[in-house]
C-alpha cells in the first residue's frame, strides 16, 4: 500500500503541475511583480491616499464622465484627485479627474499604472476568470503539500537535488504565501463578507451610491466592484470610519478592509522588507515550478530520446558486458546516416509486441556464460514462445567466442524462436568470432542494401584496450586455516601508463594461447590511483585430461603461478551496465555474497574518493554475506573504516554458518524490507547485485518480490516480478551475475 500511494502521490504531484503550468506561471510572475511594488514605492515615492470625496461630487463625475457606468473602481489621491478604473470591451483604463470642479485631468498611460493592470491579470487573468485563478491556488497547495511526501531533502550539486532541497528549505514561506492567496480567494480569513451572488445583475456604479446614501455614508475613501453583484466600499459617515458592502437587496456594515491576510499575502506588513520576501518566495515558487517541469520533460525526453519520429527499424541488443550495446549504438548511428529513421534499445525494455511498430528489427545479442542468453534479454526471449509475429522481418547479429563449448548459443536461441514465431529474416544470422569489427561491418553492409539506404561502410566503435600490468600485490583474503572457506585472492597490479576504467569494469585474461578470455570485475578506481588496479579472485577448481583435480586454468594462473613482480597481458572492458552512478549523490545499495564483493569495494572507493574532493556525496548501504565472519569477511578492515568515516552510511552482514549472524544475505533484506523499499522508491536509489545466479540472482529477486508484496502491499507475485523487471528496465535495479569461471 505505501509504494501504491507513493506512486499516486508522484502522478498527481506531476500532472497537477502539468495542467496547472500555463497559468501557475502566469500568476506566480504576475505575483512577483506585484512583490515589487512596495519596495518601489518605498524608493520613489507613491501618490499619497487623499481626503475622502463627498457622494455628491463622485456622483457628478459619474454622470458626466462616465454615463455608461463602466467605473468598476474609485479611489482618492493627494491633491483632490479621484482616480476611475473602467472596464470596457474587455479592456481596463484609468482615468483622473479634479473633485473641485469635476474636470477630465486625462487618462493615466498604462505604464503608470502597471501594477493595477498586473494585480488585475493576477486576480482574475484580466477576464473575470478570478475562478480559474483560485482554482489555480487549489493546484498549487496541493503541489507544495505532496511535494516533500516525494523526496528527503539533500542540498547537493544536481538540479534535482536543488529543487528538492529549497523546496523543503523554503517550505513554510511558500505555504504562507499559497494559503493567503487561497484565503483570499475565498474570503476566509479576512472581514465576514455576506454571501454574494454571483449570478445576480450588475450593480452600476450610480446605484450604488443610492445604496450608501441611503444607508448614511456620506464620503467615499475608495470602493471597487466585488464579483460583479456587489460593491466594496471604505467610506465614512458623521461617526468616522464605516466599512460596507452594497448589494442590489441589502447594505451590510464589514469590519476594515481586507484586514492581515491580505497584507501579509500582498507584502505590505512590513513595507518595502516584506515586499523583498514576498519576491524572495514568488521567485522560488517560480524555479520549483520551471526546474520541476524541466527535471520532467528532461526524463521523458531521455526515456525517447533514442526513438526518433516516425521510427521505421528498430535496433535491439542484450548485452552483458557492454560490447553489443555498443555496436547496437553504432548500427542505429550509421541507420541515422544513411538516412533511415531509427529507435534502438535494450530488449529488457521490449515486448514481442513492440517489434510489430516497426517495419525491420535489428538483434545485436552477445552470449554469456555457459552459451547463456544476457540477463537483458531472457525475459523477451521467454516471452517469444506465446507470440505470433507473422510479417515480422528482423535480422540477428551474435556475439560469442568460439573457444567456448557453445559459440553463439544465445544469438542460436533468439534466431529459433523468432522463426518459431513466423518472423521472416531479412538476412541470414551473422556470428562474430571474438573481435566482432569485421564481421559487423559485412552484416550491416548487407542490412543497408536490403533497406536501400546509401551507406559507407561504418566504422566500428572503439571496444577492448590492451594493457600490460605487473603483478604488485597479493594477499589472502580467507583464512587458510579454516577449512569451510573458498580460497579467495586480492590482486593489486600496477601499469606504467595511466589506467582508463571506473569500478566494476572488466579485466579479460587468458590463461593461454587460443584460450578464451576470462572477465574478472575491477575493484579499484583510478580516482586513488590511475597506474593500478585492483582484482578479488576465488581459487576455482576442475579435472583434469588425467581427471586430477586441479586450479581452474585463469584462477589457477593467477593466484597460483604469478609472482609479484611478473607481467600479465590483459584486456580492459567497459561495462557500462554495471558501474557506480555519475551522480556521487545517488544513493547505492549493494549486494554481494562471498566474491562479488568484487567490483563493489571499488564503487566504495570511487565514492570515497568523491567525498574527499566534494565533501558531500550520496548514502550507500551493503548488504553482505559470506560463510563466517572470522573467516572469510573480506575487505572488513576497509569496510569499517568507511564506515566509521560516513562513507559507508549502513552495513548489514549475513554469515551463514555463524551462529550469531545465521542466515543470508536475503534474510538481512527481508528484515530491511520496509527501508529498502524507501531507499529504492522514494530515495531513488540504484540497487547493486554481483554474485552467483543460482544464489544471489535468484535470492535477491526473491526477497524483492517478497517486500513488495509485505511493504508494498503488491496483490501478487506477478504483479512484483513486473514491479522489479520495471526497476531493471529503468536501470534502478543492475546485477552482474556471471558465474565464477576457471
Not at 531 to 552: M, N, Q, S, W, Y
Not at 696 to 709: K, N, T
Amino acid at each position: 500500500m505505501r509504494e501504491a500511494h507513493h506512486r499516486f502521490l508522484r502522478f498527481l504531484h506531476r500532472w497537477l503541475t502539468l495542467l496547472f503550468a500555463p497559468l501557475l506561471l502566469l500568476v506566480l510572475a504576475t505575483g512577483a511583480l506585484l512583490a515589487l511594488q512596495p519596495v518601489i514605492d518605498s524608493v520613489q515615492g507613491s501618490p499619497a491616499a487623499g481626503e475622502p470625496a463627498a457622494l455628491a461630487e463622485l456622483r457628478a463625475i459619474v454622470e458626466r464622465h462616465d454615463p455608461e457606468q463602466r467605473t468598476r473602481a474609485i479611489h482618492l489621491e493627494a491633491g483632490g484627485i479621484a482616480v476611475f478604473e473602467k472596464s470596457e470591451a474587455g479592456s481596463r483604463s484609468v482615468h483622473l479627474y479634479r473633485l473641485e470642479d469635476g474636470a477630465g485631468l486625462g487618462e493615466r498611460s498604462t505604464g503608470a499604472d502597471l501594477f493595477r493592470t498586473v494585480r488585475h491579470l493576477h486576480t482574475d487573468l484580466l477576464l473575470d476568470l478570478d475562478w480559474l485563478v483560485e482554482v489555480g491556488g487549489y493546484a498549487l497547495l496541493a503541489i507544495l503539500i505532496l511535494g516533500p511526501w516525494l523526496a528527503w531533502p539533500r542540498l547537493r550539486r544536481g538540479l534535482n537535488h536543488w529543487h528538492n532541497g529549497l523546496g523543503w528549505l523554503t517550505l513554510p514561506l511558500v505555504l504562507t504565501l499559497t494559503v493567503t492567496g487561497v484565503l483570499l480567494a475565498r474570503d476566509w480569513g479576512t472581514p465576514t463578507l455576506p454571501v454574494i451572488d454571483r449570478e445576480a445583475p450588475r450593480i452600476p456604479v450610480i446605484e450604488a451610491f443610492d445604496g450608501l446614501e441611503a444607508a448614511g455614508v456620506t464620503a467615499i475613501h475608495a470602493m471597487e466592484r466585488k464579483e460583479r453583484s456587489a460593491w466594496i466600499v471604505h467610506g465614512s459617515d458623521a461617526e468616522g470610519r464605516r466599512d460596507v458592502v452594497i448589494q442590489r437587496d441589502a447594505t451590510t456594515a464589514i469590519a476594515p478592509y481586507p484586514g492581515w491576510i491580505r497584507a501579509i499575502h500582498g507584502g505590505t506588513w512590513a513595507g518595502p522588507w516584506s515586499g523583498l520576501l514576498n519576491l524572495l518566495v514568488a521567485t522560488t515558487l517560480l524555479f520549483l515550478l520551471i526546474s520541476g517541469l524541466w527535471l520532467w520533460a528532461r526524463r521523458w525526453v531521455g526515456e525517447r530520446r533514442r526513438a526518433d519520429r516516425g521510427a521505421e527499424t528498430l535496433v535491439a541488443h542484450a548485452s552483458q558486458t557492454g560490447t553489443a550495446a555498443r555496436l547496437a549504438a553504432a548500427t542505429a548511428q550509421a541507420l541515422r546516416e544513411g538516412g533511415g529513421r531509427v529507435a534502438e534499445g535494450s530488449l529488457a525494455t521490449l515486448t514481442p509486441a513492440d517489434l510489430k511498430r516497426y517495419r525491420h528489427t535489428l538483434f545485436l545479442v552477445s552470449t554469456t556464460g555457459d552459451g547463456a542468453m544476457p540477463d537483458s534479454g531472457r525475459r523477451f526471449l521467454t516471452a517469444l514462445a506465446d507470440a505470433d509475429l507473422s510479417g515480422v522481418r528482423c535480422a540477428v547479429f551474435a556475439l560469442g567466442d568460439s573457444s567456448y563449448r557453445r559459440f553463439c548459443a544465445a544469438g542460436e536461441a533468439l534466431r529459433s524462436a523468432l522463426r518459431g514465431t513466423g518472423a521472416e529474416e531479412i538476412v541470414p544470422m551473422t556470428r562474430a568470432d571474438g573481435d566482432p569489427s569485421a564481421a559487423w561491418q559485412q552484416w550491416f553492409s548487407g542490412i543497408a542494401e536490403r533497406l536501400g539506404l546509401i551507406n559507407e561502410t561504418p566504422t566500428a566503435p572503439s571496444g577492448d584496450q590492451a594493457v600490460e600490468l605487473t603483478l604488485s600485490t597479493r594477499e589472502q583474503l580467507n583464512d587458510p586455516g579454516d577449512p569451510v572457506t573458498h580460497e579467495v585472492w586480492r590482486l593489486e597490479f600496477a601499469s606504467e601508463t595511466a589506467l582508463d576504467y571506473r569500478p566494476g569494469d572488466l579485466l579479460l585474461i587468458r590463461p593461454g594461447p587460443g584460450e578464451p578470455p576470462r572477465p574478472y570485475s575491477i575493484g579499484s578506481t583510478p580516482l586513488e590511483d590511475p597506474h593500478r588496479l585492483r582484482l578479488t579472485v576465488a581459487v576455482t577448481h576442475r579435472i583434469d585430461e588425467k581427471g586430477a583435480l586441479c586450479p581452474g586454468k585463469t584462477s589457477g594462473l593467477l593466484c597460483r603461478q604469478l609472482i609479484v613482480g611478473d607481467p600479465l597481458q590483459a584486456t580492459l572492458r567497459v561495462h557500462e551496465s554495471f558501474r557506480p552512478p555519475t551522480d556521487p549523490a545517488r544513493p547505492m545499495i549493494l549486494i554481494a555474497a562471498g566474491c562479488g564483493i568484487a567490483p563493489l569495494i571499488g564503487f566504495i572507493a570511487e565514492r570515497a574518493c568523491q567525498a574527499r574532493a566534494e565533501g558531500d556525496t550520496g548514502p550507500i548501504w551493503l548488504i553482505y554475506g559470506n560463510r563466517r565472519r572470522g573467516g572469510d569477511y573480506f575487505y572488513a578492515r576497509e569496510l569499517e573504516m568507511w564506515h566509521q568515516r560516513g562513507v559507508l552510511t549502513r552495513i548489514d552482514l549475513a554469515f551463514s554458518r555463524d551462529a550469531e549472524d545465521g542466515g543470508y544475505i536475503q534474510d538481512r533484506m527481508r528484515e530491511a524490507g520496509a527501508e529498502l523499499l524507501e531507499w529504492l522508491d522514494r530515495r531513488d536509489a540504484i540497487l547493486y547485485a554481483c554474485g552467483k545466479q543460482k544464489t544471489v540472482g535468484a535470492g535477491v529477486r526473491a526477497a524483492l518480490a517478497d517486500i513488495l508484496c509485505e511493504h508494498g502491499e503488491t496483490a501478487t507475485p506477478a504483479e512484483a516480478a513486473r514491479r522489479i523487471d520495471h526497476w531493471e528496465q529503468e536501470g534502478r535495479l543492475r546485477m552482474d551475475l556471471i558465474d565464477l569461471g576457471s
